[in-house]
């Protein structure tokens, strides 16, 4: 297979980023979309030691007003459809500062675009309900803008075993889903019955892990949770596990593994097995990934793959997964 | 009233740090301790445009290594005893790095101050059961420190200001709890019932409300909680909002309050009045804490009065504080 091209969108942020002076990266946006930013920053942190870098939500990122963020910040945004109107006002907020905006949206042409100096779009299936290549994923693109910063500012040049690496993702993504699929099978009748799941993870996971509990169990299932990271945990979240709570604790591949690991020891010592479901990297066949970015793959897997186990689960608890949205698209006025 | 003077560990850390190349700060730690670092940061945030920050978990600080932690980093952590394992082997995974550490510690005389080049004390009542005053708090401590820093490296100096305000913090305190008394007498009864209570907060208040989640709700009443931010609320979370659901709302003094009002807004226009317990600021009296200090230090208030609600909570489930923990400090091998 050739190694696929950077995309159009990534290239042209990338020539407006080289040769200017950036000392702060920003990822900028809400819920589901600020969720991918978590695993930005932790590729940020292993590849660049140049730029420093914060996560924030939107709205905050506008009231905080850090000091930081000068004509130096490059400031990544992102709204699945670019109508978010927190991003949207943040890339604005950023613009007036005299910060280079990035906006990545599904859609070319959006209020988020508008607002911002360049585009990186990107495919999401939930928004199109057609599937996609996973190289077209909001994760594919923000990692080469990552890649790209650091050949930029630290003269690391990764970008090409990355590309490889995207365009095998799919295949890994398609067969997780069949490694997974009884897994699933298995989890879904115990885990519809419950109140409260808790999801947990660390490094590159865990904006997986906050995503499926904010956006996926709470938002269409109404489903009580929390992310826990997988070392806080220890340090007041453990004490509610009992042989009734439920769980869902992702086993990623990056630097931070040993901790998600200690996380499912304590888990499978103190809570019942049918409602402690773990989803492991290492069993899955990760050929054609370079081995030094599978980590940072990994949580694109888990997240893509546990839409399925969501659909089972909605359809055991009878309640349609977009259903289970009573306000987000349905009211106007908050 | 006279300026308190700085705290004698707080002044031989800055006199470390003074004149050193420092270009990033870690703010390190584990559960409640790793919850004031937040309102650290933001305070870092909004004084300082010379230090870029981080606040991660001690063990997610190892596993990640960050390429941005070099021997010009300054590394601020904290365990309230100073044996919290993985914070002191980030002390240690610092020093290796020729890192300028500092470690917050109720005890002079802790693993953690023996891996640190400085120590900085503070007094904790929930260690000592001895009422302190707030001067000496965590919060305290790390507020000097940051503005300590902008000292140094921004040459913005508001070490005064701070010192007349932390003076007169806990007065301010005695009078939110009496303020608040009727408040807590009033909710105890429902919130006692609640098998999932969410705390929500934003900007320097989001640590309070992370650290009652997970370290008073989850660890000592093991009631299933999530800290959620006020706006990604709005992003997912809501949904699972009704007459049923039973939150805390921390309404706060700094530039982050809209975000708390528009959640308090949605949470009474879909929630029940008494299942909506709301915390807010503006309602105390903060005379003798300078206006620009007062969204920095509500947090505290919060967190402090919290306490006196949580205990009349134990009481009415018959679930005393500290027997709520069924691992932590009764576990020793995991």
């Excluded at 009231?63 to 930081?68: E, L, N």
């Excluded at 594919?140 to 690496?165: H, N, T, W």
């Excluded at 479901?277 to 899955?284: N, R, W």
Aim: glycine share 6%; proline share 4%; charged share 20%.
């Amino acid at each position: 297979m050739t190694t696929p091209a950077l995309d159009n969108g990534v290239a042209a942020a990338l020539s407006l980023i080289d040769g200017r002076k950036i000392d702060h990266v920003f990822f900028v946006a809400c819920g589901g979309s600020l969720s991918i930013m978590h695993p930005a920053k932790f590729m940020l942190d292993q590849y660049s030691a140049a730029l420093p870098s914060d996560v924030y939500n939107a709205a905050e990122f506008i009231h905080r007003a850090p000091k930081r963020l000068t004509a130096n910040s490059l400031v990544i945004l992102c709204s699945m459809t670019g109508t978010t109107r927190e991003t949207v006002a943040a890339a604005k907020h950023a613009a007036n500062i005299g910060c280079l905006t990035i906006g990545m949206s599904t859609l070319a042409d959006s209020p988020l675009s508008e607002a911002c100096d360049t585009t990186v779009g990107f495919d999401a299936p939930y928004t199109t309900g057609v599937p996609i290549d996973a190289l077209n994923s909001n994760y594919a693109r923000i990692y080469q803008l990552v890649l790209g910063l650091a050949k930029i500012f630290d003269g690391v040049d990764k970008l090409a075993p990355l590309m490889d690496s995207l365009g095998n993702l799919q295949g890994v993504i398609d067969k997780a889903h069949a490694r997974f699929a009884p897994l699933f099978d298995d989890y879904a009748p115990q885990l519809a019955k419950e109140d409260v799941i808790y999801t947990m993870a660390s490094g590159a996971n865990f904006g997986a892990a906050y995503s499926f509990a904010i956006c996926v169990l709470m938002e269409m299932q109404r489903i009580n949770s929390q992310a826990i990271h997988a070392n806080e945990f220890f340090h007041g979240p453990f004490e509610v596990l009992d042989k009734d709570r439920a769980f869902i604790l992702l086993k990623g591949l990056d630097s931070t593994r040993p901790l998600e690991e200690r996380a499912e020891e304590f888990l499978h010592r103190f809570g019942t097995g049918d409602k402690i479901m773990v989803l492991d990297a290492a069993t899955l066949d990760f050929d054609g990934i370079a081995p030094e970015f599978r980590g940072n793959l990994a949580p694109l897997v888990f997240f893509d793959t546990l839409w399925r186990f969501i659909y089972k689960v909605a359809d055991l608890r009878g309640l349609e997964m977009l259903e289970g949205r009573r306000y987000m698209k349905k009211l106007s006025d908050y």
